[in-house]
């Protein structure tokens, strides 16, 4: 599928068959915070759907923890078909549909915990689309039911778009592969286009940066009541410089 303005290619339609790679080690600091979450509500969360998905890594950590037996449901949703194709070969049995987050819930509830990481809430550009996933997600929600997510803060964007203005791309190694990263941050839209170029092509995905106080009234207006907020720390760039984490995770539960 092609971008129609810049001939670039559908987000995550080339990223996908180097995700894994990029996001396992985020996926694992993720499925610790899922773990503390449930010692928290002192209960098992036995219903838990992970929205914006990707290939299932997440999911697939949380069944080899929890070792899912009867009384523990997963399932997942994603828009990128890439994505969900990698998500059924891995989690073959785990219900996983083809949904957008701004769309109606493809779960029935009640559901423990909902789940949605990796930046996946940044691609919406619009506050009634954010204030409209919180409002789903209550709908579905059990009682005392839990709701993880991460957005990335302006400080992310700003950072990297000083960098591509430096002329300090991030390039990494997947798969031996080379992959370049460039940003631009259009401040007074508050959007971040990030350019990843593969050796088949590029895509280009453009997200909005939210900061923490918008989240939090937003968590609150839709019915959800935030417990915690996590700042990601990161490790220093590749020049040496201190790099701002710009990523919060949010814990809200059903009021």
């Known amino acids: 599928m092609k971008n129609m303005q ?15 790679l990029a996001w396992a080690e985020y996926a694992g600091y993720c499925r610790d915070l899922i773990l503390a979450a449930e010692e928290s509500a002192l209960r098992p969360l036995r219903r838990v759907c992970d929205a914006a998905c990707g290939t299932g890594v997440l999911l697939e950590l949380l069944q080899d923890e929890w070792q899912v037996t009867a009384g523990r449901e997963l399932m997942g949703f994603d828009l990128s078909p890439q994505m969900l194709r990698q998500a059924r070969t891995r989690l073959p049995g785990v219900p996983l549909r083809q949904a957008d987050v701004r769309d109606p819930f493809p779960f029935p509830g009640p559901i423990d915990l909902v789940t949605c990481m990796h930046d996946s809430l940044n691609y919406l550009l619009d506050p009634e689309d954010l204030a409209g996933f919180f409002y789903r997600v209550r709908r579905v929600l059990a009682p005392d ?36 990263e460039t940003m631009r941050y259009d401040e007074q839209q508050r959007v971040g286009i990030t350019r990843l170029e593969f050796p088949e092509g590029i895509e280009e995905h453009r997200q909005r940066a939210w900061s923490p106080p918008e989240v939090v009234q937003l968590l609150r207006e839709s019915g959800l009541h935030p417990s915690d907020m996590i700042e990601v720390e990161e490790e220093p760039d590749g020049y040496g410089a201190p790099r701002p984490s710009g990523k919060m995770v949010y814990v809200a539960v059903k009021a």
């Open 6 to 20: 810049d001939g670039s290619a559908a987000p995550y339609s080339l990223f996908a068959r180097y995700y894994d």
């Open 145 to 180: 039911g839990v709701l993880i997510c991460d957005l990335n803060t302006p400080d992310l964007y700003r950072y990297g778009a000083d960098r591509t203005a430096a002329g300090n791309s991030e390039d990494y190694l997947l798969q031996g592969q080379r992959i370049r």
